[in-house]
């Protein structure tokens, strides 16, 4: 009780700023900002440290819109340099980065102000430039779906003949287009790299509900009609909270995939009110929890946002005890997003299962010793490649 209490608070206190930010006020946001720059940390990841001390120094309030135009400004910047740009590898550099700053613009969602779905956009328009201009490109599909489309990437390796693919989503805050440029060491080793937005993000035609999984079974629909995709060697990759429809389809479409990585794992204790009443509080991740979390059910307050999560339990789904397609499960003892419990759980029911948890890590298992980019590189892809038939060659 006395959490909620702090919640319903903080929530109550945030509103009246038009603003949820969390529990950091601006100079501590700044000072976290820098610090996460400097280290390589998200959602300021793979972005350059003077670049990062130049948006800080334009936030003033606030107010989303003054933290998606601080970025966006420095995103413009590299957009016109890459407009500019005499040569293609100057010009995939620019790109790149007008994409990131914009990414970090709209982050962690575009649903919520004008100015952050500016950036949102613009940042999308950055990156099929940058994609255009991979070797080999990373190329933009469109697929009918319900009267709307699913926008995912596909990218093939050079050598000829049907190549096994990694079918990769994006997390709550991250897109498909972070998906993407995690390919390389795929494509590298002859795989092809496919990146979608799960539900309730990014431009997924569904918002997160029972049964959402049906857009990402006709994207491997979609897939299994390209010739140049083996579809019998297809793995699952979520990260994050898509680590629960990594999960879903390990069972819904065992029989169309040879593995799954869930690499986070919130299946069932996570969406249950005691959880999420603490975990909003978590001071692991920037700042708009709530609102990333809310927003991809459809919903605005905390009671209906409370009363939506049980229901995609997989408990309460009946899925858990059903047989599945081979799982690698990956997350940190501490992780104050989603409960290690689910790991846990997880592992106790249904088919038998491979298990990575790191006792010092956080979120996703990530630490000082195990950053984010390790763990993908030793653990996570080499897994998928071996589920593949592919030994990790490069």
């Not at 969602?109 to 613009?122: D, I, L, V």
């Not at 979520?238 to 990585?261: F, P």
């Not at 799982?327 to 249904?350: A, C, F, K, T, W």
Request: hydrophobic share 40%.
């Amino acid at each position: 009780m006395t959490i909620l209490c702090a919640v319903v608070a903080l929530l109550a206190a945030r509103t009246a700023a038009t603003q949820d930010w969390g529990p950091r006020s601006l100079e501590e946001l700044k000072v976290e900002v820098i610090e996460r720059a400097r280290s390589g940390r998200g959602p300021v990841g793979r972005i350059k440290l003077n670049d990062a001390e130049r948006a800080v120094a334009m936030l003033d309030d606030l107010e989303r819109d003054t933290w998606a135009s601080a970025w966006s400004a420095v995103g413009q910047e590299y957009l016109e340099q890459a407009r500019a740009a005499t040569t293609p590898e100057d010009a995939r550099e620019a790109y790149f980065y007008a994409w990131r700053y914009f990414d970090v613009g709209r982050w962690p969602t575009e649903k919520h102000s004008a100015g952050k779905r500016r950036s949102y956009e613009n940042g999308l328009a950055a990156f099929r430039q940058y994609g255009l201009l991979l070797d080999p490109p990373a190329e933009t599909v469109r697929i009918p779906f319900e009267g709307s489309e699913i926008v995912a990437y596909l990218r093939l390796p050079q050598e000829p003949g049907p190549a096994p693919l990694v079918f990769g989503m994006n997390g709550l805050d991250s897109r498909k287009e972070e998906v993407m440029v995690q390919s390389d060491a795929y494509v590298r080793n002859g795989i092809a790299a496919f990146a979608i937005d799960m539900p309730g993000t990014g431009e997924a035609p569904l918002l997160i509900d029972v049964g959402s999984e049906r857009m990402l079974s006709a994207a491997l629909d979609y897939l299994a009609g390209r010739p140049e995709i083996d579809a019998s060697r297809i793995v699952v990759q979520g990260r994050s909270w898509s680590g629960y429809w990594a999960a879903v389809l390990a069972y819904t479409e065992r029989d169309r995939i040879v593995g799954a990585a869930v690499h986070g794992v919130g299946i069932h204790h996570y969406f249950q009110p005691q959880w999420q009443q603490k975990a909003i509080m978590s001071a692991e991740y920037l700042f708009d929890l709530f609102p990333a979390r809310s927003v991809v059910y459809g919903v605005d307050n905390m009671d209906d946002f409370l009363a939506y999560g049980p229901r995609l339990s997989l408990v309460a789904r009946g899925l858990i005890d059903q047989p599945s397609a081979p799982m690698l499960l990956v997350n940190g003892e501490r992780d104050s997003q989603q409960p290690i419990e689910d790991l846990y759980l997880l592992m106790r029911h249904g088919d038998p299962k491979l298990a990575w948890v790191n006792p010092d890590g956080g979120h996703m298992g990530r630490s000082a010793v195990w950053p984010d980019e390790r763990i993908l590189a030793e653990v996570v892809q080499p897994w998928l490649m071996q589920q593949l038939g592919v030994e990790p060659g490069m």
